[in-house]
């Protein structure tokens, strides 16, 4: 394969899978009872499992994190003013955008390539723009270059694989970021804060307490809703300890294949909240599982019921701030 079949490969892939976990996102902020949020954790798992083997086929160029879509330490407050026009040929997409800027934005306009972008953005100004960098007719890229002639308006370019082209006419546009797919809410409302110096912005280092899952994560799934985010943390402790157990139980039985379904069910806990530690010794222990003695297994179970309780106890008091 060529480098432009590489990237288009991993450009359709990273914007499939956006769709998939933009929409699990909008699907956990609604009621739904244990098995389907289990349900919702796991398929937003097997989503982020995509788009690592998409990195690892389809490597591509590194740049500095600077250029890319990291995660901010500010918890974004902005409300209803915005007039925004975004332009993206998914369905799925434009439904995601319109859906996570329905509380910032007064006026969005929606339009499906860069053609109808351009004829939009000449029709009247707008406070934001937002272009999904490969669209049919014009290209995100092309439709920035030419507004950037007559207008100095903030530009977010979405896009589901970087490259130094991409990130230099970025910056030579000015005004101008990167928003890399998949992509949540939270990172969609901190990149446009980053376009939009005036609007409010409130510090928090909340997540500083906590090294073996991150809040952060929770809030984005959670979509700020500590009720919601209450009932994840309650089910996901009773996910672990029933793991545990049935674990234990694998591991009296020097039962390898009973462990692998186990291994998995927590790595999907583990992914759900960031938990680095925990899913580290998960991979650890999957691969003890191929050629290790009992022996050695039974030395990484012992760091990884460690792991489980300092998580639990994380979680535990967690739990008690929202209450209070």
């Not at 244990?34 to 937003?44: I, T």
């Not at 970087?162 to 409302?189: W, Y």
Request: proline share 3%; net charge negative.
């Amino acid at each position: 394969m060529t480098r432009d079949s590489d990237s288009k490969i991993r450009h359709d892939l990273r914007n499939a899978v956006n769709g998939i976990m933009g929409l699990l996102e909008v699907l956990a902020n609604t009621k739904l009872d244990s098995d389907q949020r289990k349900f919702v954790r796991m398929a937003s798992a097997s989503a982020r499992s995509v788009i690592d083997i998409t990195e690892s086929a389809f490597p591509e160029v590194k740049l500095p994190v600077d250029t890319l879509s990291g995660v901010s330490k500010n918890e974004v407050s902005l409300r209803g003013t915005l007039k925004v026009l975004a332009a993206d040929d998914d369905k799925v997409n434009r439904l995601l955008i319109e859906h996570h800027l329905k509380e910032l934005a007064g006026e969005l306009k929606l339009v499906s390539d860069g053609e109808e972008a351009l004829s939009a953005f000449s029709a009247q100004s707008y406070d934001l723009v937002i272009l999904d960098y490969v669209m049919p007719v014009v290209n995100g890229l092309d439709v920035a270059e030419e507004i950037r002639k007559n207008s100095g308006v903030p530009i977010l370019i979405v896009t589901g694989g970087m490259s130094v082209e991409v990130s230099s006419r970025c910056q030579e546009l000015g005004n101008t970021t990167i928003l890399f797919k998949p992509f949540t809410k939270a990172d969609l409302h901190k990149r446009i804060i980053e376009l939009l110096p005036n609007a409010p912005i409130h510090e928090t280092d909340a997540s500083a307490e906590y090294y073996h899952f991150s809040p952060e994560s929770l809030a984005k799934l959670s979509m700020g809703d500590p009720a919601l985010a209450e009932g994840l943390l309650v089910d996901l402790l009773e996910e672990i300890q029933e793991s545990q157990s049935a674990a234990q139980e694998a591991v009296v039985r020097e039962d390898r294949e009973a462990l692998r379904p186990i291994i998995q069910s927590m790595q999907s806990v583990a992914t759900t909240i960031l938990a680095g530690l925990l899913s580290n010794t998960l991979k650890k222990l999957e691969q003890s599982l191929e050629e290790e003695s009992w022996e050695l297994i039974n030395i990484v179970i012992g760091a990884l019921w460690i792991h489980c309780q300092s998580l639990k106890i994380e979680i535990e008091r967690y739990l008690q701030t929202l209450k209070d």
